[in-house]
């Protein structure tokens, strides 16, 4: 096939299928991210917004935050 996209998928299945220790660290990578963007979101970053009801309310708050 002459398709530049089937050859860019061929090219990196072709490369992961000869991996070996990079599946160990693709692993790794990936539960990093998870921990870092799920899991520290929910325990250390609180909505700012959620004490306003409307959507009105919560842009006059963001309008605030950033001409201070």
Do not use: C
Request: net charge positive.
């Amino acid at each position: 096939m002459s398709n530049p996209a089937y050859k860019i998928y061929r090219f990196y299945l072709d490369g992961f299928k000869g991996m070996t220790v990079g599946k160990t660290l693709w692993v790794i990578i990936l539960i990093k991210l998870f921990v870092i963007f799920v899991i520290l979101k929910f325990f250390f970053f609180k909505d700012a917004l959620a004490d306003y009801a409307t959507p009105d309310e919560k842009s006059k708050h963001v309008i605030e935050q950033l001409t201070k």
